[in-house]
């Protein structure tokens, strides 16, 4: 594994792209994650909402890099499928009217 100090990691950092990002997006993360701390998931939904992107951050308070918990699971599931049924279905109605 890479030091968190070696140089290359500033160039794949999601937040560095972030202006690329032109669909809703959703976030989960671990608050115990000792990898890649939830400061840099807020960072990330931060910088989307200051350009008045749709992003939504879930924060698993018991989790960390994974999710282990099965009820952490079902709960992320059934966030998916409520994101994707609100912005599936509005792309869906924006086709059929556009």
Known sequence: MR??????????????????????????????DTRVPVSEAEQLVADMKSRQQHVELVVFEDE??????????????????????QHLRQAWINAKEG
């Open 3 to 32: 030091s968190r100090t070696w140089p290359g990691w500033s160039g794949i950092s999601p937040l560095r792209h972030a202006h690329k990002i032109r669909v809703p997006l959703l976030v989960f993360h671990g608050r115990n």
């Open 64 to 85: 960390g890099h994974q999710t282990e918990k099965l009820e952490n699971h079902m709960a992320m599931n059934r966030r998916i499928a409520q994101f994707f049924g």
